[in-house]
């Protein structure tokens, strides 16, 4: 590959770094242009889980593994990167779902333990109400989702990549091929873009008569202020997802992904904090601080999308709801596809031309 293409990136959020700083490690001239700050919209909003955890097909599970194994390469990489391999106890389902749960995974690979009541309290020892029967994940942890993908852009920004801060008005086409991006009134012209703006991607892509089925619903999830430690790692129980940040928050959801805020936002924040607090030992002193609400990008049928955008030429599409956890390897997969044309099989089932356009 020439080492001079030019590649835009549309989107400052995790997929976007990661997107930005891969290519720019490959020697590619990259340009990051997001109207918001480092971190996106939807990557400071993000509960952070990195996991190939249930409910998912297995080649999807694959991605996702691959994935957690791309996190460790590019903390190797990118010193610093504030990670946490912390662990994930797991009780959101009915036994005989857990113990399913526990066998298919177990098949492929994963490396869960069953574990009982005892088991967890040594495990998360500030848990009021512990479960009979749990399932832990020693190999799963969190990404500090805004200040990862500061030293993301940091480092790419480092390497030679260039960050705008402006508003993508919309893509520049010439003959059926992007050709750049007009924002904020003025044209940056590229050999490829990529769009990796989560929710605001499908307005860009219309720009170029591209259709992306994506769905963005609301996630709540709440914010404590600082705490000395309360949970060691993840905790994922029944309406309630929970995980302590490094700097001591106590941020919790109904599920990993916050639950639907409702008609009056405040008062069900409230009340999951209120539930978060009772869920822990020794935490009369836990103050509410905030919440938020995140737009997740969701493509209609679950998965990422991940490809070049057929018959429109110069174009690449990377959206997906699991941004944390797929960031390292859709970063690396679309960083070989964009400057070599190299797909990786892993990406097969992801493309956009799945859905009809």
């Known amino acids: 590959m020439s080492s001079a293409k030019q590649v835009i990136v549309i989107g400052a959020g995790i997929i976007g770094a990661s997107i930005a700083w891969h290519l720019t490690r490959a020697g590619a001239r990259v340009t990051v242009v997001s109207e918001s700050r480092a971190g996106g919209v939807a990557t400071p909003n993000s509960f952070a889980w990195i996991n190939a955890s249930w409910g998912n097909p297995e080649t999807y599970f694959r991605l996702r593994i691959r994935a957690m194994a791309e996190w460790k390469r590019l903390a190797k990489d990118v010193p610093g990167l504030p990670l946490a391999w912390c662990g994930g106890l797991c009780f959101d389902l009915p036994a005989d779902r857990l113990e399913a749960y526990a066998v298919e995974h177990s098949s492929w690979g994963y490396g869960i333990e ?61 003959n059926g091929k992007v050709t750049g991006v007009v924002a904020s009134g003025e044209i940056i012209a590229a050999d490829e873009v990529v769009i990796a703006a989560g929710a605001g991607a499908p307005a860009i892509a219309a720009t170029a008569g591209i259709k992306l089925p994506i769905e963005t619903p609301p996630g709540l999830i709440v914010h404590s202020r600082p705490h000395s430690k309360l949970l060691n790692g993840l905790v994922l129980a029944d309406r309630l997802h929970m995980r302590q940040t490094a700097d001591g928050r106590i941020i919790a959801g109904s599920d990993f992904g916050g639950g639907d805020p409702g008609e009056n936002p405040e008062a069900a924040a409230h009340a999951l904090f209120a539930a978060t607090k009772a869920m822990l030992r020794d935490a009369k002193e836990l103050e509410f601080d905030f919440h938020t609400i995140g737009y997740r990008p969701t493509p209609v049928d679950g998965f990422p999308i991940v490809s070049r955008a057929k018959g429109v030429g110069g174009l690449y599409v990377a959206v997906t709801h699991s941004g944390i956890t797929l960031a390292p390897a859709v970063g690396l997969f679309a960083a070989g596809e964009i400057l070599n044309d190299k797909r990786d099989a892993l990406l097969e089932p992801y493309a956009l031309s799945r859905f009809a356009q």
Do not use: H, M
């Not at 832990?136 to 852009?153: D, H, M, S």
């Not at 790419?156 to 993508?168: F, T």
């Open 114 to 174: 069953r574990v009982g009541r005892e088991q967890a309290a040594r495990i998360e020892p500030n848990l009021a109400e512990l479960p009979e029967f749990a399932l832990y994940v020693a190999q799963e942890g969190v990404a500090e989702p805004v200040e990862t993908t500061k030293a993301l852009l940091a480092d790419a920004e480092r390497r030679g990549a260039r960050i705008v801060k402006g508003s993508v008005d919309r893509l520049a086409l010439v």
